[in-house]
């Protein structure tokens, strides 16, 4: 069976930090561009960091730029992303997917990229 499976989402205090994983099964991430979207209540799901597969070129949107990076390790079948400096706004549910460019991710809501999509890990930001 091929699926994403996201985990590491939780609830955090403002200025904490999470890593959240997208882990494949069935199939191999080392072939596909990775992107994380991310769906508020009441709003459209965003695309906020997106990493190319063959060079790792890695892409962020300015709201997460310098506090969220992306990284995978082909080898597990895995990509991460870490997210520090956690802000109320950043309070969505997270999903990772699987397409073949990352161009359009960053911004988007990931209908033309996505080949597979995770079903999601809530983090909550919160005092």
């Known amino acids: 069976q091929v699926q994403l499976v996201e985990s590491g989402g939780g609830s955090v205090q403002p200025g904490g930090s999470l890593r959240l994983s997208c882990a494949s099964s069935g199939f191999s991430l080392a072939n596909y561009a990775i992107g994380w979207f991310r769906q508020a209540p009441g709003e459209e799901r965003e695309g906020v960091s997106c990493?190319?597969?063959?060079?790792?070129?890695?892409y962020y949107a300015d709201s997460v730029k310098s506090r969220f990076t992306i990284s995978r390790d082909n080898g597990r079948d895995t990509v991460y992303l870490q997210m520090n400096s956690l802000k109320p706004e950043d309070t969505a549910v997270y999903y990772c997917?699987?397409?073949?460019?990352?161009?359009?991710?960053?911004?988007?809501?990931?209908?033309?990229?996505?080949?597979?999509w995770g079903q999601g890990t809530l983090v909550s930001v919160s005092s």
């Open positions: 997917a699987a397409g073949m460019w990352c161009s359009g991710v960053v911004g988007g809501s990931g209908s033309r990229f996505a080949e597979h």
């Open positions: 990493i190319d597969s063959r060079f790792g070129g890695t």
